[in-house]
Structure formats: C-alpha cells, structure tokens
C-alpha cells in the first residue's frame, strides 16, 4: 500500500486543519487505518484510529474532542479534522495501514505501511 498525506501547515493556537491521506495499492476497505504524529525528539505517538468500515473510532486522550478521523472508501481516503489545534499538537503526522491485529491499536508496531508524513505547527 502506498500513502500519501497533506494538508500539514502553519496555523495559530485555536485554528483548525484537515489532513487526508490517499492509499493506493490495495484494497482501502479492508485494512483498518490510524494517524500517529511525532515532534522532534519524541517517539512516534497514537492520534487516532479508525476500523475498516469507519464505524470505530479510537482517540488518544491528548486529542479526543478536538480530533475526528474519518474515511471514504470510495475514495480511499482517510482523513483527520483537528480544531481547537495547540502548540503542542505540532508535529510530523503520519497515516498508517493496520495489519497486526494482535497488538492494541495505539502501537505503531501494529501498522505495517506508513505515509511520507505531513508537517503540522501550531504557533501560540
């Protein structure tokens, strides 16, 4: 599977950004999908994750009532709307594919195709 994300960029605290990320390669629907970001010098962190058909949802709690991932499978598109955006929501941020079903979701072990990454930085 390859994936593209954008729709990173500068924007001030409050402000608000929707990243997507187009896979191509394979067969969108049956692979589940997660965004992970990660700042200078940070591991790579869970932002959110969504189930094949888009009906779970999963956030972490540094996010979760500012972030909504969603997906379109005719378009192979999955998507990630932050608002509310802080200065410490700035990172690199990255889809992925999920395909280890045995590891918890918040893992990047349990992603095996990652995306080029988008840069997000929220000014204060």
């Known amino acids: 599977v390859q994936l593209q994300a954008s729709g990173g960029g500068l924007v001030q605290a409050g402000g608000s950004l929707r990243l997507s990320c187009a896979a191509s390669?394979?067969?969108?629907?049956?692979?589940?999908m997660g965004w992970f970001r990660q700042a200078p010098g940070n591991e790579r962190e869970f932002v959110a994750s969504?189930?094949?058909?888009?009906?779970?949802?999963y956030y972490s709690d540094s996010v979760k009532g500012r972030v909504i991932i969603s997906r379109d499978n005719a378009k192979s598109i999955v998507y990630l709307e932050m608002s509310s955006l802080r200065p410490e929501d700035t990172a690199v941020y990255y889809c992925?594919?999920?395909?280890?079903?045995?590891?918890?979701?918040?893992?990047?072990?349990?992603?095996?195709?990652w995306g080029q990454g988008t840069q997000v930085t929220v000014s204060s």
């Open positions: 992925a594919v999920r395909t280890d079903y045995s590891r918890h979701k918040i893992w990047p072990v349990a992603y095996s195709w």
């Open positions: 390669g394979r067969t969108f629907s049956d692979y589940g």
């Open positions: 969504i189930s094949r058909t888009g009906i779970d949802t």
